[in-house]
């Protein structure tokens, strides 16, 4: 191969060269006008679909729908004060019969007082424990203690 043969393949292969990259430049060019027209196609979408959201929304914020969400409001929280209600009424009659319970025991003089167990305080009550449980022969009541009122 003498040197003109090899400048005229050289060429040849150049002009190819060319030729491809100005098709792949052609094809980037198509690209990016598709691209482009998906781009604008998806944020019409977009902005159609933020006014439909808007539109929305705005019919929901009415006044019917407010006086509805104020009803269940005050509804639950009436519910809530009755259930409290209910709750310390229980707790307070609880609470009648043990001080009445206290009260009997003062009447009788019985020595109470606070033990503290485990780190917690109880009510203690002193008991003739010598004498054992108390036991009337007919029911089975042995956890009955006579109160040692004398110390």
Same mark, same amino acid.
């Given at each position: 191969? #003498?040197?003109?043969?090899?400048?005229?393949?050289?060429?040849?292969?150049? /002009?190819?060269? !060319?030729?491809?990259?100005?098709?792949?430049?052609? /094809?980037?060019?198509?690209?990016?006008?598709?691209?482009?027209?998906? &781009? /604008?196609? =998806?944020?019409?979408?977009? !902005? #159609? #679909?933020?006014?439909?959201?808007?539109?929305?929304? *705005?019919?929901?914020?009415?006044?019917?729908?407010?006086?509805?969400?104020? $009803?269940?409001?005050?509804? =639950?929280?009436?519910?809530?004060?009755?259930? $409290? %209600?209910?709750?310390?009424?229980?707790?307070? %009659?609880?609470?009648?019969?043990?001080?009445?319970?206290?009260? *009997?025991? &003062?009447?009788?003089?019985?020595? =109470?007082?606070?033990?503290? &167990?485990?780190?917690?305080?109880?009510?203690?009550? *002193?008991?003739?424990? %010598?004498?054992? $449980?108390?036991?009337?022969?007919? %029911? +089975?009541? $042995?956890?009955?203690? =006579?109160?040692?009122?004398? +110390?």
């Amino acid at each position: 191969m #003498n040197v003109d043969e090899k400048i005229y393949s050289l060429m040849m292969v150049a /002009e190819e060269q !060319q030729k491809l990259t100005l098709e792949f430049v052609d /094809e980037q060019k198509s690209e990016i006008l598709a691209l482009k027209k998906e &781009r /604008e196609a =998806i944020l019409e979408l977009h !902005q #159609n #679909n933020m006014a439909a959201i808007e539109k929305m929304s *705005r019919k929901r914020i009415s006044l019917t729908w407010m006086f509805v969400t104020a $009803a269940g409001s005050v509804c =639950i929280s009436l519910l809530i004060a009755l259930s $409290a %209600s209910y709750y310390l009424k229980g707790t307070l %009659s609880d609470l009648a019969e043990a001080e009445a319970g206290y009260e *009997r025991l &003062r009447g009788f003089d019985a020595d =109470i007082t606070k033990c503290v &167990r485990n780190g917690t305080k109880y009510p203690c009550v *002193r008991v003739m424990t %010598s004498w054992g $449980a108390y036991d009337d022969g007919k %029911s +089975n009541v $042995a956890d009955l203690y =006579i109160l040692d009122v004398e +110390n």
